[in-house]
């Protein structure tokens, strides 16, 4: 169904593919691997002629997909056998509501009123939209858009579908729903599936075959074969590796039949805890509430947050985590109640005061960025903050390898601007720092770096709260827990106790061995069990 012979695309100095080869058969699961940064854009844009007819640089080699040649069709001829959903379903969109986007293609292809009425339906029914689909797609959640972006690509009924980190602002519930409809996309109806995720534990047990981009090369296998070398894996992977299990596993059900002697081991050794150290009141906000046309976002919240603390806002996508955080934050509405940070509301502050008492990095990082070059937004940042020079850069070098300085930030893949934005918002170091879903396009070795970091803040006295839909982060980051559902907390507590009493937030080691949460964890234990052997 795709076929890349002998493909290099090199975009001005920047080999980004060199001499790919590769084959995904027709109703083939096929998940493409590879670090921030490595390319996955480039090539999953190079199926449907993105790449290069609108981005320009130089291609040589062939690709075909269900026959056609894509050098020679552009994207538009493609549309009826390639849908594409990119990282940023908003930029991608071009109707104001969602059942008028989802119906535009199907008018594109000169559908008739009643079937295209009919195919509308089956994907509202299809991603789980009857509820917004007759919203404005400015007032969804980023979750909801990329769902609609999702449906937008299928009413065409394409071949193959391309999709670029598709769960990437999803709760865990709406993923699994979406991974679960393209699941019988493939099994059902043979619709060929490439898809790009950094969150693999998600999508690893849905894929038949996986591709690792490396270095501009291509290497292709089952899915354990490459997450078994890859640089990048699920904490499923890393548990089998330390572990020692054949494979190593790559699910659940596989690392369960593989964990029983494990489990035997661990029985007797309690997880280590560690708590936070936790100073005096940061942020304390009572009653409030957020009022969109229509929705109530946020309901007569009450939240007090300590110096120290290490905050994981979790909840449905639509739950009001995005709303609370810009109201505590001070720049966005407040309908009703109170917020003080360090006894000042910031409501009443000038931005530049809100930003130095409270930073916030939104879940569009582009919103943040103004400069021509990642090296002067850097300079702009160490200048804002008070920071010495280079710090901003060596903040940004933690969390994402090899980005050019030079580089405009528009240019960057979405992992890269969300890197770049969050190292221009931790250069000032704010007393209360909000991050609304940090992780998306993060690899594993770029949240390890962003936990390590914000880890070390709050041990320094700052207060992180952090709207995140990624479980596996939380498992690694938070010492509390928050969850919102229809704008009203309704849990509230240390974060091993919440994700644990969970199925949707437990992390992957969790579910393996009870009462883990993470393969560092497990690590630990298992020197420890090693210690008192080698004493007795």
Same mark, same amino acid.
């Given at each position: 169904m795709?076929?890349f012979?002998?493909?290099?695309?090199?975009?001005?100095d920047r080999?980004?593919?060199?001499?790919?080869?590769?084959?995904?058969?027709?109703g083939?699961?096929?998940?493409?691997?590879?670090?921030?940064?490595?390319g996955?854009?480039?090539l999953l844009?190079?199926?449907?002629?993105?790449?290069?007819?609108?981005?320009?640089?130089?291609?040589?080699? #062939?690709?075909?997909?269900?026959?056609?040649?894509?050098?020679t069709?552009?994207?538009?001829d493609?549309?009826d056998v390639?849908?594409?959903?990119?990282q940023?379903?908003l930029?991608?969109?071009v109707?104001d509501?969602?059942e008028l986007?989802?119906?535009?293609?199907?008018?594109?292809?000169?559908?008739?009123?009643s079937?295209m009425?009919?195919?509308?339906t089956?994907?509202?029914?299809?991603?789980g939209l009857?509820?917004v689909?007759g919203?404005d797609?400015a007032?969804?959640?980023?979750g909801q858009?990329?769902?609609?972006?999702?449906?937008?690509?299928?009413?065409a009924g394409?071949?193959a579908?391309?999709?670029?980190?598709?769960t990437?602002a999803?709760d865990?519930g709406a993923?699994?729903?979406?991974?679960?409809?393209l699941?019988?996309?493939?099994?059902?109806l043979?619709?060929?599936v490439?898809?790009?995720?950094?969150?693999l #534990?998600?999508?690893?047990?849905?894929a038949?075959?996986?591709?690792?981009?490396q270095?501009g090369?291509v290497?292709a296998?089952?899915?354990?074969?490459?997450?078994?070398?890859a640089?990048?894996?699920?904490p499923?992977?890393?548990?089998?590796?330390?572990?020692?299990?054949?494979?190593?596993p790559v699910?659940?059900?596989?690392?369960?039949?593989?964990?029983? %002697?494990?489990?035997e081991?661990?029985?007797?050794?309690?997880?280590?805890?560690?708590?936070?150290?936790v100073?005096?009141?940061?942020?304390?906000?009572?009653?409030?509430?957020?009022d969109?046309?229509?929705?109530r976002?946020v309901?007569?919240?009450?939240?007090?947050?300590?110096?120290?603390?290490?905050?994981?806002?979790?909840?449905?996508?639509g739950?009001?985590k995005?709303?609370?955080?810009w109201?505590?934050?001070?720049t966005?509405?407040?309908?009703?109640?109170?917020?003080s940070i360090?006894?000042e509301d910031?409501?009443?502050?000038?931005?530049?005061?809100?930003r130095v008492?409270?930073?916030?990095?939104?879940? #569009?990082?582009?919103?943040?960025l103004?400069?021509?070059?990642?090296a002067?937004?850097?300079?702009?940042?160490?200048?804002?903050?008070?920071a010495?020079?280079?710090?901003?850069?060596?903040?940004?070098?933690?969390?994402v390898?090899?980005l050019?300085d030079?580089?405009?930030?528009?240019?960057?893949s979405?992992?890269?601007?969300l890197?770049?934005?969050?190292?221009?918002?931790?250069?000032?170091?704010?007393?209360?720092?909000?991050?609304?879903e940090?992780t998306r396009?993060?690899?594993?070795?770029g949240?390890?770096?962003?936990t390590?970091?914000?880890?070390?803040?709050a041990?320094? %006295?700052?207060c992180?709260?952090?709207?995140?839909?990624?479980?596996?982060f939380?498992?690694?980051?938070?010492?509390r827990?928050?969850?919102?559902s229809?704008?009203?907390?309704?849990?509230?507590?240390?974060?091993r106790?919440?994700?644990?009493a969970s199925?949707?937030?437990?992390?992957?080691?969790e579910?393996?061995?009870?009462?883990?949460?993470?393969?560092?964890?497990?690590?630990?234990?298992?020197?420890?069990i090693?210690?008192d052997?080698d004493?007795?």
């Amino acid at each position: 169904m795709i076929h890349f012979d002998r493909v290099s695309f090199r975009y001005e100095d920047r080999l980004i593919l060199d001499d790919v080869s590769l084959d995904v058969p027709e109703g083939e699961f096929c998940l493409l691997v590879g670090t921030t940064g490595a390319g996955k854009s480039t090539l999953l844009r190079s199926v449907n002629g993105l790449v290069p007819h609108f981005t320009g640089g130089t291609m040589t080699g #062939e690709i075909t997909v269900a026959g056609r040649s894509v050098r020679t069709s552009s994207p538009a001829d493609l549309a009826d056998v390639v849908g594409y959903v990119a990282q940023d379903p908003l930029a991608g969109f071009v109707t104001d509501e969602v059942e008028l986007e989802l119906a535009y293609t199907a008018e594109q292809l000169g559908l008739p009123q009643s079937s295209m009425r009919k195919r509308v339906t089956e994907i509202v029914d299809l991603l789980g939209l009857a509820d917004v689909r007759g919203r404005d797609l400015a007032a969804l959640s980023s979750g909801q858009r990329q769902r609609v972006a999702i449906g937008a690509a299928l009413v065409a009924g394409p071949s193959a579908l391309v999709l670029d980190e598709p769960t990437s602002a999803l709760d865990p519930g709406a993923a699994d729903e979406v991974l679960s409809a393209l699941h019988r996309l493939v099994h059902d109806l043979g619709v060929t599936v490439l898809l790009a995720e950094h969150r693999l #534990e998600r999508v690893v047990q849905y894929a038949d075959s996986a591709l690792l981009l490396q270095d501009g090369k291509v290497t292709a296998g089952s899915p354990g074969e490459i997450l078994a070398t890859a640089p990048v894996a699920p904490p499923v992977v890393r548990l089998g590796t330390l572990a020692g299990w054949p494979g190593p596993p790559v699910t659940i059900r596989q690392a369960r039949r593989a964990a029983a %002697g494990l489990r035997e081991r661990l029985a007797d050794r309690a997880p280590a805890e560690a708590p936070a150290p936790v100073g005096a009141t940061l942020l304390e906000a009572s009653g409030v509430t957020v009022d969109h046309p229509g929705v109530r976002a946020v309901d007569g919240v009450d939240l007090a947050a300590a110096r120290g603390e290490r905050i994981a806002l979790m909840g449905r996508n639509g739950s009001g985590k995005s709303s609370l955080l810009w109201a505590l934050q001070g720049t966005g509405r407040r309908t009703a109640g109170s917020v003080s940070i360090a006894g000042e509301d910031p409501a009443g502050l000038k931005p530049g005061r809100r930003r130095v008492l409270a930073g916030l990095v939104p879940s #569009e990082p582009a919103d943040l960025l103004y400069a021509e070059t990642v090296a002067e937004e850097c300079a702009g940042a160490d200048r804002d903050g008070g920071a010495p020079a280079g710090s901003c850069a060596k903040i940004l070098a933690d969390l994402v390898d090899g980005l050019d300085d030079g580089a405009h930030p528009r240019d960057l893949s979405e992992g890269q601007r969300l890197a770049l934005a969050l190292a221009v918002t931790l250069t000032a170091a704010p007393p209360l720092l909000l991050l609304d879903e940090p992780t998306r396009g993060l690899d594993y070795p770029g949240k390890a770096a962003l936990t390590g970091r914000l880890r070390a803040l709050a041990e320094t %006295g700052h207060c992180v709260i952090v709207s995140t839909h990624d479980v596996e982060f939380v498992a690694e980051f938070a010492s509390r827990v928050v969850i919102l559902s229809d704008g009203q907390v309704v849990a509230d507590g240390p974060a091993r106790d919440i994700v644990s009493a969970s199925p949707m937030f437990a992390p992957q080691v969790e579910k393996i061995l009870p009462g883990r949460l993470t393969v560092g964890e497990v690590a630990d234990a298992l020197e420890g069990i090693d210690a008192d052997d080698d004493a007795e």
